[in-house]
């Protein structure tokens, strides 16, 4: 049976590129044209619940903030609502902003996450300052979630390198009131009903740049997953290294024996090959990959072990990846993607046994993520 | 009435190139733009009321910065150009 093709998303530093595939092979590529001219943008997500129906968070430097949706793949776009931060006077504590201001303004959209499928019109966006969206309606509006924007530790958060930024939201699929966020840098945290109270989940993670070895928040996490085949496994690239919780993050292993360097940015964990994940370790100090060429380590839970995906000299150079610049696509044997600084978009069909790039230069790259049907 | 040249850019918003408004001050004159282009709402101003740090408003030519930023008073034929700075890169 002919399946659909599969589709690349990018959130560059000046606009969107949707990558679509040639010839069913994972192998031929067409690039579609620049939406979004100018803007950076952080985030470009399909809905699986809607086929077609593309969501992009776009951050204008001249007119700020936007959510945009695309009912075509991404052909065209329309504006949605973009979330405001609730005024001061009916908000419980202090954003950071200076007393005399009304409100604090909404500085960046970060990463919007659709909702579970039984909850089909449902999204949630993080966003710089550190805040949670809901939507009920696809978008038309959004409703601040009071539970973690208001959490008792948000005196103890502080900005990254790249803002006061909610990054990662996570969804249990078996369980749509079980959710996971990360921030930076306060850390992950977990709710069990709905959004209403959060608990912190950073138990033996390091933080390197603060006093305490392991506080209960002050973690900058940079980007975690799930695992496509246990409910408590997850995958984690923290600003302190990377790791490995088991137990629905009450706890984490660090995981860096056989690296060089565990510090990074990125992480996937591909749906058909449960089990795996893949990261792109970077020096801690330079933030580039090491050794003069760009490498993917798999990391495998059966094994406890890592392995490099590539030849020393596949891609020669020094590369950067940010948090959302690596993804898997949902087939198997599956497909890995990834997105640089620079604009290379280095992809395998297969799992890592064979590599390319794709034959165009993209501006610099913020996000990755794929669109592909179940199957082979 | 006063009449507002806007950037060309703010097309994409359903903004025209030039329109007339009425309006004492600039703060007034984007109300009225707001309101009869919806979308133009925070693209211009951010949610707090700040006018965006890469938009510039001019009125008979001087930057409103320059003078009483949107309490700048508005004549009975006065000229105002909103555009995007010079920025980006």
Same mark, same amino acid.
């Given at each position: 049976?002919?399946r659909?093709?599969?589709r690349?998303?990018?959130? =560059? ?6 990558v ?9 590529w067409?690039?579609g ?14 809905d699986?619940?809607? %086929? ?7 951050? /204008? ?12 793949w ?16 009916d908000?419980k ?30 999204l ?22 009071g539970?973690i ?12 390198f ?10 249990? %699929?078996?369980?749509a ?6 921030? /930076? ?5 977990? =709710? ?6 959060? =608990? ?17 928040? !002050? ?13 408590? @496994? ?10 490995? /919780? ?24 591909p749906a ?8 792109? %370790?970077?020096?801690?100090?330079t933030r ?16 406890? /072990? ?7 000299? =596949?891609?020669?150079?020094?590369f950067?990846?940010?948090r ?11 497909g ?13 069909p ?27 | 009435?006063? @009449? ?6 703010? !097309? ?29 709402r ?11 740090r890469f ?6 030519g ?6 009483? !930023?949107l309490?700048?008073p ?7 150009d ?5 920025? !980006?890169?």
């Amino acid at each position: 049976m002919k399946r659909a093709p599969v589709r690349i998303f990018l959130g =560059t530093r000046k606009g969107t590129y949707v990558v679509e595939e040639n010839a069913g092979n994972r192998r031929r590529w067409k690039v579609g044209p620049l939406s979004h001219p100018g803007s950076d943008v952080f985030h470009v997500v399909p809905d699986p619940r809607h %086929p077609g129906t593309v969501y992009a968070n776009v951050n /204008s430097g001249f007119w700020g903030p936007m959510v945009l949706r695309s009912r075509n793949w991404g052909r065209t776009w329309s504006e949605v609502a973009t979330p405001l931060l609730p005024r001061r006077k009916d908000r419980k504590p202090d954003f950071g902003e200076g007393t005399d201001s009304p409100s604090l303004p909404l500085t960046n959209l970060w990463h919007l996450e659709p909702g579970s499928p039984k909850e089909p019109r449902t999204l949630f966006l993080g966003v710089d300052p550190h805040a949670l969206f809901r939507s009920d309606d696809e978008g038309q509006s959004w409703s601040p979630v009071g539970g973690i924007n208001d959490h008792p530790t948000r005196s103890q958060w502080t900005p990254g390198f790249g803002g006061p930024c909610l990054h990662t939201i996570l969804i249990d %699929p078996d369980d749509a009131r079980r959710m996971f966020v990360g921030l /930076s840098a306060a850390g992950m945290f977990r =709710t069990e009903d709905g959004g209403e109270h959060w =608990t912190p989940v950073n138990r033996h993670v390091a933080t390197p740049y603060l006093p305490q070895k392991f506080p209960e928040v !002050g973690q900058c996490v940079h980007h975690v997953v799930a695992d496509a085949g246990r409910r408590d @496994l997850f995958y984690r690239q923290d600003h302190g290294g990377i790791y490995v /919780s088991r137990d629905g993050m009450d706890s984490w292993v660090r995981i860096k024996k056989g690296l060089p360097d565990d510090f990074g940015f990125a992480v996937a964990s591909p749906a058909a090959s449960p089990g795996r994940a893949y990261f792109v %370790p970077l020096n801690s100090r330079t933030r580039l990959t090491m050794s003069g060429g760009f490498q993917v380590m798999e990391w495998s839970e059966e094994r406890r /072990s890592w392995r490099p995906l590539m030849g020393p000299q =596949t891609f020669p150079g020094d590369f950067g990846i940010h948090r959302e610049g690596l993804a898997c696509d949902s087939l198997d044997p599956p497909g890995i993607y990834a997105g640089t600084t620079t604009g290379q978009l280095f992809l395998s069909p297969d799992a890592g046994k064979s590599w390319q790039q794709v034959p165009y230069q993209f501006p610099g790259i913020h996000s990755v993520t794929v669109s592909s049907p179940r199957g082979s | 009435m006063a @009449l507002v040249r806007l950037d060309a850019w703010l !097309g994409e918003f359903g903004a025209p190139r030039e329109t007339e408004a009425q309006a004492s001050d600039v703060e007034g004159l984007l109300m009225d733009l707001e309101s009869r282009y919806p979308r133009l709402r925070y693209r211009l101003r951010d949610e707090a009321g700040a006018v965006r740090r890469f938009v510039r408003i001019f009125v008979d030519g001087r930057d409103i910065l320059q003078s009483e !930023g949107l309490r700048t008073p508005l004549g009975a034929h006065a000229v105002v150009d909103i555009l995007h700075s010079i920025a !980006g890169g």
